[in-house]
């Protein structure tokens, strides 16, 4: 009666457990590896104010065994790996430039290399990477990954004249996938991307020599997310702990002051009177008894203000509005935007759209819920049914919205942008029900429900008028007819008149705004941030 | 324009991303450890074909701050864990017994040590661990673990004289949760784990004082799996480089026959000889192209025999059918069992049951699938609409069985057992859809709804004739009547022993087996094992 004891290794851990990375059949790993390098260019470039250009080539490599083997080429014009960090960027897990306190497309600094270790695994090919952060010199390494020690091994190494002044990185491998099947994810996966990122121009061809092209269509592009502090709100022990370790000099009243957002001298002093801590103790004096009780009122506290959202780049209620429009092409359109919050100290910003009617059909089938989900600018298009958003649209009483949610062509689409999406799996397939999350989405899912309920009840009642205004005037034309015979005379009174001088009026459009550059109809009232937190009531009766 | 480069060690990883093991909210992680520590539990008994004893007390701790904090004791009666090994295996993330090949509950050697973290930074609590072996010494140790370094950190450490002859473990630490939400899928999960398990004794005592007992109704036990070899056909270039590493200077065909399951010496001949290799050259004299040939090649080869299942241990027919029946209270059951597969060389088996009628009610909704997910006999309580298993009832075509999936009365229950259950997510909430195990799947549930057809079809029938009768009975007795009137006698012709002598039979539970120990029918027939490769088509008309 024994057992063997072993020791794992990042890299050999999720090596022998790729499906929790998301590679878990030939087809969703083609799919992985072309989402995590786009991703990872992406962030190399709007992350640092670069309209992005992003070009993939996805090739098929004849002669291998009876798997199926690509060649993949992603180029972008982002920043650029430095020379000292590349063989460690691309050939050891957990090791990036993804764990700030910033919104991130990236941020376990594994998908990436997973895709590259894919192809070593399955293909035993080589990562070959160029790169030039825009100097005078690009650099190309050959390189793999020990898995055992979870180590860079470098087999090639040059350094060549930047004559064409190249800034940013060219990646390229083989590995075994399935296109055919994943050929539908990839394309819904571009097409979505592009919807929210008008500034980006992204490029593919796949194995059949079709070209996708986005082209960018503004030059305009959001600021980039900054990095800040951790917020107090979100501070646990073991942090607590390591911001000591990296300050331990330092007073109680200017660590606080230092190290977190939001907190000022005054905030500090004022947090650490009502909580009856010494303001100058030293905080490598504290001890554990008395860190504890300083983490549960750090998390407490209930005058810190609410966390900065500068390190976030939500999408934006215009953006969202253009990219619903030319992903949906529905006849109505609601956003609401969610003010900032935390969860864990991690700021996060809540967008919700409704799209209704013009190109959305009703549900092919009882139950199912269309539903589009980005979490930081990335389309999420796997296990919907297990994401946040679905669950907070199922848990909702349509009723309440005089919504047949089973019968009406609608769409939801949200998105959760922070400086670390509550990702449920590596893959970053879907989001976690995590509390403060789920209750702002469902905060702004009801908000929108209700100015769509307002918007749909002012098409029914101008409607209502519409067809009462069409028996008028089948009527009126009637009694006019007949009038004129009785009183003996020939011309009839003009009763078009009576409707267009507008004495029969309201005709349906007329109460609504529209939107005349693209002859949909939007909403173009701001949502009021927080009219949502009080009742749930409805307005419009 | 610049980032910053970092590394992260995996339990600073999996700190950071708690949702990601399944540690998303405060009801969530409780379920989580009392799960996590009972599975540990479990393997350390079943696995070693000792009759399970496994008790959880959770209990309230008071005067914490608004979070609410509870003390959790867990105490086994498995094999323990020896002296040397105790740090470690509590102490450091990705330590431990369950990489091997055979099958366990555990996978990661990931949840246990996250429950023990959890409460670690939650509650700043140590761990305490008492173990035996069941020798002389009993062991007390209070330790936690470093995470940024991933190393344990021994506080304590005692040893005493095993005076009452324990052996097991026996773990107790502090965590911040929310049993409240918690509560129903912790009875749940200790409801379900009882159903597959007759052969435990379970005891839960949950925070209000409420006992959850669950004897033991059996000592008959499953065998434990055996550890085995990989299977060929799941062999990668990295695996077979590591196994060369370990035997460098043995001949090709020795190698394969020593280092596979299911590869003897004539068949490693045969094998060697088809693809091409000199089966006396040395492994480690094989260059990169020869063995990314011969990877290709073992995958690829069709004559190797199946995967040896020894290294599973299935629920068996019998068991999961007296599971359905105290589970569900169903009219009918049908299961099915396929026989071993592999996927990437690790061997899994498909057990599928569905019952019908009795306690279970019709969907309540359109859409809804009542389904009953377990895998390496833990049940799956969260995501399901996620799991493989759901996909694949949602993708058949029930017509073809004239069964109306959203009116009848039916729950579905799978089991699948692997030496690596292909979950999607750390927190082993869903299996994600492997293709090979995705088929085995389709097949099981497609050959038992085939079942469950013909069984439905003879109920039909059955209550067809016995319409009919009762429909001759009532004319029977009047026509009986009537001639005996006509007739002028006074005894009418006794008709009920027409019925009672079977000249008008077929009643209706006549053409079904009775099962008489229950009451509720069961289908003995065993379900032949490939039958359902062929053909799809019905043979109950």
Redesign the interface.
Known sequence: ??????????AD?F???K??VGF??PH?ATYMIVRELVENSLDACDG?KILPDVRVTLSKVEG????ERYHIKIVDNG?GV?LE?VP??FG?V????K??MRQNRG???LGGKMSLLYG???A?SRITITTS?GGGKIYTFEISTD??TNTPVIHRREEADNKSHFRGVKIEFDFEGDYGKARDKIIEYFYETAMVLPYAQLTFIDPNGSLLFYPRITQKMPNPPLETLPHPHGV???MLK?MIMVNPHTSLQVFLSKNFQRVGERTARAFLRSNGFDPHVEVSELN?KQ??KLV?AL??YPDFLPPDPSCLSPIGDELLKEGIRRLLSPEHIVVTTRPPRAYEGNPFIVEVGIAYGGAIAPPD????VQLYRFANKIPLLY?E??DVAMSVIQSINWNQYKIKL?EVPLAFITHVCST?V??????K??V????EVEKELELAIKQAARELRVRLSKMEKAEYKERRTEVLRKYLSMMASFSTFLAEKNKEPNIDALFKEGIIKKHRKAELVEDSSSGDLVDETKSEDDKAEGGESESEE
Not at 64 to 67: H, K
Not at 94 to 97: A, H, K, P, T, V
Not at 365 to 368: A, C, M, R, Y
Not at 422 to 427: D, L, N, S
């Open positions: 009666m024994s057992e063997q004891f072993q020791e794992l290794n990042v851990f090596y022998k457990n499906d929790l878990d059949s969703k640092h291998a065994g009876t798997e920043i430095p960090a460690f960027a050891k957990l090791f990036g430039s764990y700030s941020t376990f600094g070593q695994i399955t035993n952060q898995i055992r646990d022990l073991e390591r554990t860190l504890t549960t998390r407490e089938k009882p139950g199912k296990d049914y297990s089973d670390k509550p990702y449920k799996t590596a893959g397939e879907y976690a029900a995590r509390p």
